[in-house]
């Protein structure tokens, strides 16, 4: 028995040919080998398709009358499972067009090898280089003056207080 009859319930036929034809679609999408699509939703697209599709049959060829649900779902869902789809497939797309970073460059997402060569990783508390020590010239831009009346730096001499300061109490020289 054939219940589509565009004239006498024209948003019965449509609800139901919109069924069948989201049905199909969400089937081939799930099936298509599209790389970037994962399983669970591959998995979710058939079946949700043949649920769809086969609710569209029933209606169309078993349905002899009385109620029946209208899932408005039916007609939105396909629409987004084609978005889903397209944005996972252009993706997957765009991550092979990148660039490759140089063999030996970090790689934040390279899986943990205990026995390969690990890259140093940065560490701010590491020592400087020494550097050879300078003795610093009186007069040489860059190095402090000392003030009037002052002796010269002298390494390993104890500082002595300038003269003009009246809180200074001179030091004995250690010896």
Do not use: C, H
């Amino acid at each position: 028995m054939n219940n589509l009859d565009f004239s006498a319930e024209p948003l019965f036929s449509w609800y139901v040919v919109l069924l069948a034809f989201s049905g199909i679609i969400m089937v081939v999408l799930g099936v298509l080998p599209l790389r970037g699509l994962k399983v669970g939703l591959r998995i979710l697209n058939v079946v949700v398709g043949v649920a769809f599709a086969g609710y569209a049959y029933y209606l169309a060829f078993v349905f002899e009358g009385g109620t029946y649900r209208i899932f408005f779902q039916a007609l939105i869902l396909p629409f987004a499972m084609i978005v889903a789809t397209v944005k996972a497939v252009v993706e997957r797309s765009n991550e092979k067009n990148r660039p490759t970073p140089p063999a030996g460059a970090y790689n934040p997402n390279a899986p943990y090898a205990p026995g390969a060569a690990q890259p140093a990783a940065f560490n701010p508390n590491a020592p400087v280089a020494p550097v050879a020590p300078v003795a610093p010239q009186p007069g040489q831009p860059g190095q402090p003056v000392p003030p009037q009346g002052a002796s010269p730096y002298q390494p390993g001499a104890p500082a002595q207080p300038v003269a003009d300061n009246p809180y200074a109490q001179p030091q004995q020289p250690a010896g």
